[in-house]
């Protein structure tokens, strides 16, 4: 268990790298802020955690998470308003998630307001590494992994938490590209397709560059059993606008990650009466809407991803033009007003960004 009373050791480096870095032209996660956050869990407690100047970890070679998979990720922006306040994106539900993720995965969890407490502070500590620019953030990753040193099958007894942040520019620079995948599957029933977890990723490399190589940016999973129903994309979740309708796949089937962004999108069209279905979606379904013309937006969602367009869906031997980006009023109106949320443009009705 955590302390009562969470205190955080802060040690500041001593050499910031802020000066060596080009806000005007920033990629996506290769630039990472001067400091991390690191919390070891040891003899059934999380110990202080720690501040300190980012760097490299040392491990030892049997680190169990490096053999058996016990590893687990989340991700989040942080941002910039006008008057200089950062704010961060629903950091509450990044906790829940990451909470389910290591109950999953058999790893101690850390309670949600400890969570998001860690993460304020390590922004908090960077916070001149927030970017201003317009569209860029400051990317949160916090992740925690097995470190016991043991050659076995069983839940490793230690573990490590760490934060560390990267001033971002867009993932995506170009409207997508997807694949519809009717062979290889990222997640099946009863399996783990629910948690962020690290064996996900690496799992959907070697299809997903089967897809790159005919010039899709990603796939769009199907279900495992039939490979009939859309499940999500790559690196976010899908939504597709049919008949005015924002259709996107239910996450009953517990195959599914439960997006913070796409959560966010649903719940700012419900708000503003757009109708909206959380079902089971055919790829039978999406192929004639496209065809049609009943389809008139498909986008992905993610906080990495944030709203991203798709404009061409292979399906089989078939590649499915979708409909010009001008048209897309829906996911257009969302996409701005959640970067004016984001960015404290507008008024944060929901209650969704924490002022760090
Ligand atoms: C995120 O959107 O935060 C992810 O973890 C996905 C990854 C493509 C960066």
């Known amino acids: 268990m955590l302390p009562e ?46 501040i300190m100047a980012f760097g490299n970890l040392s491990l030892h070679p049997a680190t169990s998470a490096i053999h058996y998979g016990q590893s ?40 949600d307001d400890v969570f998001i407490e ?48 990267c001033p971002v520019g867009a993932y995506y620079s170009e409207p997508v590209n997807v694949k519809i995948e009717e062979f290889y599957t990222r997640a099946s029933a009863g399996g783990v397709g629910r948690a962020k977890t690290a064996g996900n990723y690496g799992a959907a490399l070697f299809p997903a560059k089967q897809g790159q190589l005919k010039g899709f940016h990603q796939l769009v999973w199907t279900d495992s059993k039939e490979h009939k129903y859309i499940e999500e994309s790559g690196t976010m979740n899908i939504v597709f606008v049919i008949n005015g309708v924002l259709v996107t796949p239910s996450e009953e089937t517990d195959t ?68 010009p980006l001008e048209g897309r009023e829906i996911s257009i109106k969302i996409k701005n007003y959640l970067d004016d949320l984001k960015g404290g443009k507008v008024e944060d009705t929901h209650g969704w960004c924490l002022h760090v």
């Open 72 to 111: 687990i990720f989340e991700g989040m922006k942080a941002n910039k308003a006008e008057d200089g306040e950062i704010l961060i994106f629903r950091p509450d539900m990044n906790a829940h998630r990451f909470k389910e993720s290591c109950e999953r995965m058999c790893m101690p969890t850390i309670p």
């Open 5 to 50: 009373t969470l205190s955080i050791k802060v040690t500041p480096t001593a050499h910031s790298r802020i000066g060596e870095v080009d806000f005007e032209n920033l990629p996506f996660g290769r630039i990472f802020s001067d400091h991390m956050l690191v919390m070891d869990y040891r003899d059934g407690e999380w110990q202080q955690p720690e």
């Open 256 to 323: 599914i990650l439960r997006g913070v962004t796409k959560r966010s999108v649903i719940e700012v069209a419900q708000s503003w009466g757009i109708p909206v279905e959380e079902r089971k979606v055919s790829v039978e379904e999406i192929v004639n809407a496209i065809k049609d013309g009943s389809l008139t937006d498909a986008f992905g969602a993610g906080t990495a991803a944030t709203i991203a367009p798709i404009v061409k869906i292979g399906f089989r031997d078939e590649v499915l033009n979708l409909p």
């Open 118 to 165: 860690l993460v304020r502070k390590i922004v908090e500590v960077d916070k001149n590494w927030v970017p201003s620019k317009e569209g860029d953030s400051l990317y949160i990753r916090p992740y925690m992994f097995a470190t016991d040193d043991f050659i076995g099958i069983k839940p490793s007894e230690t573990y490590k938490f760490v934060i560390f942040t």
